[in-house]
Structure formats: C-alpha cells, structure tokens
C-alpha cells in the first residue's frame, strides 16, 4: 500500500531536503509539498507562535488532508504547539518534525543541548524535550542557544557562513552535553558534514529522524 504523505513546510528550502530523504522508500511513499513561508515569517515578527499563525497553521494541515494525505509532517519547529492542535482536529496522523528527535534525545542522556538560529524555535523545542523527558520520568537538564548571525546568514544566499557559525556552536555545546539537538530542520546538513567521533555528544537533526520514524510506523 502506498502512503500519501503531506508536507508542510514555511520554507521552500525544505521542500529537496525531504524529498531526498523519502527518495529510498521508492513506491511505498508518494508526497506532496505544501509551502507557506508567511507562517515563519509571521511568528519572526511577533517573536513567538500567535493564535492567528496557529489557526493558519492548522488551515494548512486541513488542506493537505483535503487534497487526500494519509499522514502529515509539518516540518518546522517553531510552529510544533499549532502542530499537536492540528492534530486533534484531523482524522490523519499528523506529526511535528521534532518529535521522533526529542523521543531520541532523552533516551541518550540527562544533558541535552538545543541549538537554533532562530529564538522562536528554541522555547518549542526545549518545552517538547522537558515534557518528553516528565512522560518517560527521566531527569534532564536543557540547554539551549541560538547562533547568532546564521539565520541571517542563510537567508541572505551564504550557507557557508550559516554552516560554519553552526559548526562552532555544534563543538562548544557537545563539550558539555550528552547529545545536541539541532532545532530547526534547515540545520541538519552540519550535521551530516561532522566528522564521527565516538568521545563527542551525538548531534541529531531532526529530518532524518522524523523521516525514519514514519517509515517505521507505515512499514515503507
């Protein structure tokens, strides 16, 4: 059975990065992008998620429900409460893309670091790792910052400097953390680009693992 898969995303540039990773599933997996860059842009502005994104956002998610989706990855995570609403409105498993990495992050260790470049995506994240950690009743201590300049960086076309800002703040935080956490999924190729190391906190994104988790459950 093939599972139509709903993407929706507040940026364009997510759109090759998920369709690369679902590129192996072959047959079993076919999915379709829905991109609104004014969500981002709009908790940008106001600093945090409002009650107008997060009722956009789950117009969102209701439209590629309506265009057929059997699931639905919302892969930003600044929007990941609207997310979980949107989820109790729809007849169709729909998933934050931070979740599968959060679940991850507290089964390795009670140090736990969280890196952004935007600050509107750190408070969902931690919040998502502290309530995780309260569910599987392990103690974990968060912290979390973001690398000033990338984000600016990335959107001004120079993704070298965006990598390297993020390169830095990936080693200093894993000198004192059991894992880090890359919050935002425009992030994970710093990820993939790390030399491997068994003496360094693991870094984890969270496309490939949101990406793992539903071919997981769908049996792709």
Same mark, same amino acid.
């Not at 117009?59 to 997310?83: N, P, Y």
């Not at 934050?96 to 600050?119: E, F, K, W």
């Not at 995506?121 to 309260?134: S, Y």
């Not at 800002?165 to 994970?188: K, N, T, W």
């Given at each position: 059975m093939?599972?139509?898969l709903?993407?929706?995303?507040t940026?364009?540039?997510?759109?090759p990065?998920?369709?690369?990773?679902?590129?192996?599933?072959?047959?079993?997996? =076919?999915?379709f992008n829905?991109?609104d860059?004014?969500?981002?842009? #709009?908790?940008i502005?106001?600093? =945090?998620?409002?009650?107008a994104?997060?009722s956009r956002?789950?117009?969102?998610?209701?439209l590629?429900?309506?265009?057929? *989706?059997?699931a639905? %990855?919302v892969?930003? =995570?600044?929007i990941?409460?609207a997310?979980?609403?949107?989820?109790?409105?729809?007849?169709v /498993?729909?998933i934050r893309?931070?979740?599968a990495?959060?679940d991850?992050?507290v089964?390795?260790?009670?140090?736990?670091?969280? @890196?952004?470049?935007?600050?509107?995506?750190l408070?969902?994240?931690e919040?998502l790792v502290r309530?995780?950690?309260?569910?599987?009743?392990k !103690?974990?201590?968060?912290t979390?910052r973001?690398?000033?300049? *990338?984000?600016?960086a @990335?959107?001004?076309?120079?993704?070298?400097?965006h990598?390297?800002?993020?390169g830095?703040?990936?080693r200093?935080?894993?000198?004192?953390? #059991? +894992?880090? %956490?890359? !919050?935002?999924? =425009?992030?994970?190729?710093?990820?993939?680009?790390?030399?491997?190391?068994? *003496?360094?906190? /693991? +870094? @984890?994104a969270? /496309?490939?693992? *949101?990406?793992?988790?539903?071919?997981?459950?769908?049996?792709?």
């Amino acid at each position: 059975m093939v599972t139509k898969l709903g993407l929706v995303h507040t940026s364009a540039t997510l759109v090759p990065v998920f369709a690369e990773l679902l590129l192996p599933f072959g047959p079993r997996v =076919s999915g379709f992008n829905i991109v609104d860059d004014s969500l981002i842009k #709009d908790v940008i502005h106001a600093g =945090s998620l409002t009650p107008a994104v997060a009722s956009r956002v789950v117009d969102q998610v209701g439209l590629a429900e309506r265009a057929g *989706a059997d699931a639905i %990855l919302v892969t930003c =995570s600044s929007i990941g409460e609207a997310v979980e609403l949107s989820a109790r409105l729809s007849r169709v /498993p729909v998933i934050r893309v931070d979740q599968a990495m959060a679940d991850r992050a507290v089964g390795i260790g009670g140090r736990v670091g969280v @890196l952004a470049t935007l600050p509107t995506t750190l408070g969902p994240t931690e919040k998502l790792v502290r309530r995780q950690a309260a569910e599987a009743d392990k !103690a974990v201590t968060v912290t979390a910052r973001v690398c000033p300049g *990338a984000f600016e960086a @990335l959107m001004a076309g120079d993704a070298a400097t965006h990598d390297a800002i993020v390169g830095a703040a990936i080693r200093e935080m894993q000198r004192g953390s #059991d +894992v880090v %956490l890359l !919050a935002q999924a =425009s992030m994970a190729r710093v990820a993939e680009a790390l030399p491997t190391d068994d *003496a360094t906190a /693991p +870094v @984890l994104a969270s /496309p490939p693992l *949101a990406v793992a988790s539903l071919a997981a459950r769908f049996g792709w």
